[in-house]
């Protein structure tokens, strides 16, 4: 080993073993395991903080634009490894354990990750973060620091059972408390317009403050010079007790108060499918617009003076429409506390504001009920109340007297206020996350927007990093890549595709089929420890790991393993040519009884395949508990096949199915969001695409032409599968639990028939699935496919979308 490295570890030695001299009273003999975590933590945050004062000085010397990326939700996963890789430190620690014969396993699944966020939304931000300080493009993001990320799912009985995720339980060693840059933030009271020398003036009183007090933690990119801040706020209560008015009554209700406070970043709400006007949500999304946009305007003037110049400073992206209260609010510090006019003030605002749009669902389109919207933000609504009255007055020009789509297009109507609506009126680009997703905002959702303002809408096809979703999560395969094309991929996504030369190498083929294998092993111990189940990694690994949803049609995977099933049990000639485990993980909404039903499903089907004589050969299903960023890094690289098989249309765009593919696996899956793009890279002959387009499905809604029953009635595969829902076979105690799934598939509830098209894929589906499986046993054929997928992932980089949104709406400086 060379002489530099020697010393380099022993210098990291030296610092950890400082570190838990000076914070525990520890050596390392006696550290226990969170000392020790903790200790290695900080000494690798020591590392970033260097980096980023010194970017912090960059950016204050060139006066760098900078972005501020607003989300409600921030996934960002354990950081330990990702940031010594990130530091290119990673061998150095290892060695240092190796010395101090410490597992270097166990220090890393010391860290509790962060879950802050549901599913796809929070963890772009988190890889956009990663990314956009691996290119050196400095930004802040800005979120809520939750004392309770998303809940830890137990399944119980075969059902899911939610319990608390105490994340901050040992102190996050990587954030730093700034107190002394808090904020006020404002609730309730009155509003009284008043005539000024400079105007009419609105004075807001009587209201209610909570204190906003920031969390910072530097994110580091892949050898960055530029590591990204983010910036989660917390809520406080403004004073401790007021001495003076200290009486018993005024006591009970001051430490009411300090809970109510407090209670506004207590918990993330475990819901990305449906809106409920909950007040707590519009604290929660008001809280964090306020804090950052105050922020924002505080560090502008202090280094600039004024606030004329932001639209030259300052880009914002706001992600999804949970944060766009920021819009009103800066126009509120604008007018209100820099006495600008409203011209001006807007002027501003819509210029630096962009939205980008993650979901067509309907029933997740933030729509607020105007009377509780004014009564907790009487200043922010009346903003918007004039907001949509200049709207409205324009709308009136474009489509004089067309009343129906102006109502539909207004900001308010029908007393509820459209935070869509408001998004696409005011901002500069709006955006879908992929081609598709793009295309129906065009034509579907949005599209009368998209006829007065055309060069609004643009389209990014999302990304993921390929530093935690390669090199963090996949050891081997990183290593082996590197071996033959070097490490640059890391750095430059375009990289990845020098390994198609390779593609008929057989040693090369033979390695990348053993890393599979290796890690499918790895998969199989995790599930033997952590739920006692065996699976057999000789098994060929068909994974759908995704929040339930029935759009994402998870109920499709489980309807197949029924008809395989049935023809397993009822046809003693008829055999799989190769075994499956079919390995399913997701998260339900607590609220969402359909998708709670599912998961109990997939818990019945298990037990009755898995201890079928007959079919456990053929068969296994596992349901795997609490899926989260870390049980993803264990379980994508171990997939032989990635299951995206979403109604087409409705996902916006996916990113679990990059991260299958950079992995190598191949692609069962739908024309829908990024598969489409997917295919594009790969070709036809290494994805397996089936079932209706988003245009067929877009023609039958609109003609409300599709009809389960007949199909049912037409085709007795299916018939024999849905009937095993309802005729008693599943082992469950409730032999009617699963009536409402069977009804709401042919006859529809409150809802049309089988609203996803279900059925209309099921034929499709099973007849890929048998493709599949046929294919699967060409083994030097399979490899190909997969080692295909990986190299034509470069695309799906992170660093690829965010430089993308650089050129297009940001216009940042590296
Ligand atoms: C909606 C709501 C509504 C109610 C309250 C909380 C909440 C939280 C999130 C959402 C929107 C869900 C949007 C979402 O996560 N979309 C996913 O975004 C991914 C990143 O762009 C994309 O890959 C997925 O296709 C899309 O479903």
Redesign the pocket.
């Known amino acids: 080993m060379a002489k530099q490295a020697v010393s380099r570890i022993e210098q990291i030695k030296d610092t950890i073993e400082d570190k838990l001299k000076r914070e525990y009273g520890r050596t390392l003999k006696n550290a226990t395991d969170e000392e020790m975590f903790q200790a290695v933590a900080l000494s690798v945050r020591d590392m970033m903080l260097d980096k980023w004062v010194k970017a912090g000085q960059e950016i204050a010397d060139r006066q760098l634009k900078r972005l501020y990326y607003l989300s409600a939700e921030f996934l960002t996963g354990r950081a330990l490894v990702n940031n010594m890789i990130s530091l290119d430190v990673l061998d150095d620690y290892k060695a240092v354990m190796k010395k101090i014969g410490y597992s270097f396993d166990k220090l890393e699944e010391e860290e509790i990750e962060a879950g802050l966020g549901?599913?796809?939304?929070g963890r772009?931000a988190a890889c956009f973060l990663d990314s956009l300080s691996t290119i050196n493009l400095p930004v802040v993001g800005h979120g809520i620091r939750y004392e309770y990320g998303i809940f830890r799912q137990r399944i119980v009985n075969g059902e899911q059972v939610e319990e608390p995720d105490d994340w901050t339980i040992k102190g996050d060693v990587w954030e730093i408390e700034r107190r002394e840059e808090q904020a006020e933030i404002r609730f309730e009271g009155t509003v009284e317009e008043m005539w000024t020398d400079s105007g009419l003036t609105a004075v807001h009183k009587n209201y209610q403050s909570v204190f906003a007090v920031p969390y910072d933690m530097p994110i580091m990119g892949y050898k960055s010079r530029m590591p990204a801040t983010l910036r989660l706020w917390r809520a406080e209560c403004p004073a401790l007790f007021d001495l003076h008015s200290f009486n018993k009554g005024d006591y009970m209700c001051m430490i009411q108060q300090r809970e109510l406070a407090e209670s506004i970043s207590k918990v993330l709400?475990p819901?990305?499918d449906?809106?409920a006007g909950r007040l707590l949500?519009l604290k929660q999304y008001y809280f964090l617009a306020s804090a950052a946009m105050q922020c924002m305007v505080r560090d502008h003037k202090k280094r600039y003076g004024d606030v004329l110049s932001l639209p030259d400073k300052v880009v914002i992206q706001i992600n999804?429409t949970?944060p766009a209260l920021a819009i009103p609010e800066l126009m509120r510090i604008l007018l209100d506390e820099e006495g600008l006019g409203w011209d001006e003030a807007y002027g501003i605002v819509s210029s630096v504001f962009n939205y980008t749009n993650?979901?067509v669902m309907q029933e997740?389109l933030?729509a607020w009920p105007e009377q509780l919207f004014k009564s907790l933000l009487p200043r922010v609504y009346s903003i918007i109340s004039a907001m949509n009255d200049r709207f409205s007055h324009e709308l009136w020009q474009a489509f004089p007297g067309e009343w129906d789509k102006i109502s539909h297009m207004s900001i308010i109507a029908y007393d509820e206020i459209r935070m869509a609506n408001m998004c696409i009126a005011v901002c500069s680009a709006v955006n879908g996350?992929s081609q598709l997703h793009g295309n129906i905002l065009k034509t579907q959702t949005f599209r009368d927007f998209y006829v007065i303002s055309p060069g609004k809408f643009t389209a990014i096809t999302?990304g993921i990093t390929q530093r935690r979703w390669l090199a963090v999560c996949n050891p081997s395969l990183t290593e082996l890549i590197s071996d033959y094309i070097g490490d640059s991929f890391l750095f430059d996504y375009r990289e990845l595709e020098r390994l198609k030369p390779f593609i008929d190498n057989q040693s090369f083929l033979n390695s990348f089929h053993q890393i599979k294998a290796q890690n499918k092993e790895r998969l199989a111990e995790y599930v033997l420890k952590n739920q006692g189940v065996n699976i057999n990694p000789e098994f060929l690994f068909d994974v759908q790991a995704k929040r339930l949803h029935e759009y994402k049609r998870q109920l499709l995977k489980v309807l197949h393993i029924l008809h395989l099933y049935n023809r397993l049990t009822q046809d003693e000639t008829f055999s799989l040519p190769v075994p499956v485990t079919f390995l399913f993980a997701a998260k339900a909404s607590p609220g969402y009884r359909k998708a709670k039903d599912i998961i109990r499903l997939i818990g019945a089907v298990a037990d009755l395949v898995n201890n079928h004589p007959r079919t456990k050969n053929y068969l296994k299903v596992v349901f795997l508990e609490n899926y989260n960023v870390s049980l993803a890094e264990v379980l994508i690289p171990a997939a032989d096949i990635s299951e995206q098989i979403s109604t087409a249309g409705r996902?916006?765009?996916?990113?679990g199915n990059m991260k299958f593919m950079l992995n190598g696996a191949v692609t069962l899956g739908t024309m829908d969001?990024a598969n489409v793009e997917i295919l594009e890279q790969v070709g036809k002959e290494n994805m397996f695409i089936f079932g209706a387009l988003a245009k067929e499905i877009a023609n039958m809604e609109m003609r409300n032409s599709y009809q389960p029953k007949a199909l049912f009635d037409a085709n007795n595969d299916m018939q024999s599968a849905l009937s095993r829902l309802i005729d008693g076979t599943l082992p469950v105690n409730d032999p009617h639990r699963f009536d409402t799934i069977y009804n709401s598939l042919l006859y529809g509830d409150y809802d049309r028939a089988d609203k996803y098209f279900v059925l209309y894929d099921f034929e499709a589906y099973g007849n890929m699935f048998e493709t599949v499986l046929k294919t699967y046993t060409e083994k030097y054929n399979w490899t190909k496919k997969a080692a295909i997928n990986t190299a034509c992932a470069g695309f799906f980089s992170a660093d690829r979308t965010v430089d993308e949104y650089n050129k297009r709406i940001w216009r940042l400086m590296q």
């Open positions: 549901n599913g796809g939304l772009l709400y819901e990305d449906h809106v949500r999804d949970h993650h979901t997740a933030e996350v999302n996902e916006a765009s996916g990113t969001g």
